[in-house]
C-alpha cells in the first residue's frame, strides 16, 4: 500500500494554534497499515484544549485508537495530557477548565483484512465533534462523513475529554464507519471551519475538493496560507484555525 498524506494549516491571526494533525509532516510511505488524524481543541471546553488537541492527534496517528476500544483507547493520551499541564495551574482533576475538549477526525487505512475489519482492502473513519472526513474517488464524493451538510459543524459539538469523567454521554462507537478503499482513492479529514466552506461549495455545485487537491499535490503551504486569508476576508471562510490533511492511497491488485 503506498499513501501520501499532505495537511495544509492555517492559525488563528495572532492566537496560538488549537487545532493539531498527525503525522506532523507531510509523508510518502510503503507500509500496510496508515494512520492519520486532524483535530481541533475546543476555545471554550479548557484552558489548555490546543495541548489536548495534539495529544488526541498524536494518539490517533499512532494508532492507539484502534477498532473495538472506542473511549478506553484514550488513556495513554489523557496521561500524556495530564504530565504536560501538572503544575500548570490548580490541579488537574479539580474543575472542568482543567481538562481539555476536542473534535477528532481519523482514518486507518490497511492493505489487508483484519479480524475487526474482514473486509478486503478495509479503512476505519472516526469522527467526533464536528470535524468532517469526506472520500474521493474518480473525481467524485463518494461519502462525506458525518453527513453531507455544512450543519454538521455545529456549534455545540460532543467533543472527546482529556478528563473521562466528561465523556459520559459518549457511545463507545459514537460516529465510526469502515469500508473498502480502491488504488487512486483520496480521503481529506478536515476540521470545521474549513469543513463548513467545503461542504457549502458542494452544495452550491463547485469543487472545493479540487482547490485542496492542487495545493496539497504541489506542496504549496505557504501559497494555502495566502488563499485561506484572501478567502477569511472575503467572509467565505472563519477566522478560525484551519487544518485539512489530504490522504491519497494506491495499491496493486495484490496491496
Not at 220 to 228: A, I, L, N
Amino acid at each position: 500500500m503506498h499513501v501520501i498524506a499532505t495537511t495544509l494549516w492555517a492559525p488563528k491571526p495572532d492566537e496560538p494554534r488549537e487545532d493539531a494533525h498527525w503525522p506532523l509532516r507531510d509523508v510518502e510511505m510503503h507500509s500496510p497499515v496508515g494512520h492519520f488524524a486532524v483535530t481541533d481543541g475546543a476555545t471554550n471546553g479548557g484552558r489548555w484544549s490546543g495541548i489536548w488537541a495534539h495529544e488526541l492527534a498524536r494518539a490517533a496517528g499512532r494508532g492507539k485508537l484502534s477498532p473495538g476500544k472506542g473511549v478506553s483507547g484514550l488513556r495513554e493520551a489523557q496521561g500524556r495530557y495530564r504530565r504536560r499541564t501538572v503544575g500548570m495551574g490548580s490541579p488537574w482533576f479539580s474543575r472542568r477548565t482543567d481538562a481539555g475538549f476536542a473534535s477528532m477526525a481519523s482514518l486507518s487505512l490497511y492493505a489487508h483484512p483484519t479480524t475487526a475489519l474482514p473486509r478486503k482492502r478495509p479503512y476505519l473513519v472516526r469522527v467526533f465533534g464536528d470535524c468532517v472526513v469526506v472520500g474521493v474517488r474518480d473525481h467524485r464524493i463518494l461519502a462525506v462523513l458525518p453527513s453531507a451538510t455544512p450543519t454538521t459543524c455545529h456549534e455545540r459539538p460532543q467533543l472527546l475529554a482529556s478528563d473521562n469523567r466528561f465523556n459520559s454521554e459518549l457511545r463507545e462507537q459514537p460516529h465510526a464507519w469502515n469500508g473498502s478503499w480502491q488504488s487512486g482513492d483520496s480521503f481529506y479529514l478536515m476540521t470545521d471551519a474549513i469543513a463548513r466552506w467545503f461542504l457549502t461549495c458542494c452544495d452550491a455545485g463547485s469543487h472545493p475538493c479540487r482547490i485542496i487537491r492542487d495545493f496539497a499535490r504541489r506542496g504549496r503551504h505557504r501559497d494555502f496560507r495566502s488563499w485561506v486569508a484572501e478567502r477569511q476576508r472575503a467572509g467565505e471562510l472563519e477566522r478560525d484555525d484551519i487544518t485539512v490533511t489530504r490522504v491519497h492511497v494506491y495499491g496493486g491488485p495484490t496491496a
